[in-house]
Nanobody, 116 residues
Framework: EVRLVESGGGLVQPGGSLRLSCKAS????????MKWVRQPPGKGLEWVST??????????TYAVSVKGRFTTTRDNAKNTLYLQMNNLTPDDSAVYFC???????RGQGTQVTVSS
């Protein structure tokens, strides 16, 4: 059974940081291109970042809105994808999902709220 379980969300003040985790199981994580997407309140899904594998395993791409503030890493030994988020702003408030690029299979998401 394919499972993606996100964690690490919460309430943080503007300028703060959070680290999200996505624990994967049921598929070959190390060879699977993964991405982070988010859904702000009342809006559609937004792509955040993609982590590539194989020959492109050192390549990670980011949306312009998060580039330089967010970092995606993966620990293939632990089947876990991470999203380090720094210098957060209220516009980053959203439910964050990890997903497989190949079919958009997503987890249940984790809520991030940036507010003073």
């Amino acid at each position: 059974e394919v499972r993606l379980v996100e964690s690490g969300g919460g309430l943080v003040q503007p300028g703060g940081s959070l680290r999200l985790s996505c624990k994967a199981s049921g598929f070959p994580f190390a060879s699977t291109v993964m991405k982070w997407v988010r859904q702000p309140p009342g809006k559609g899904l937004e792509w955040v970042s993609t982590s590539f594998t194989g020959m492109a395993s050192n390549i990670t791409t980011y949306a312009v809105s998060v580039k330089g503030r967010f970092t995606t890493t993966r620990d293939n030994a632990k089947n876990t994808l991470y999203l380090q988020m720094n210098n957060l702003t209220p516009d980053d408030s959203a439910v964050y999902f990890c997903a497989r690029l190949q079919d958009d299979w997503r987890g249940q998401g984790t809520q991030v709220t940036v507010s003073s």
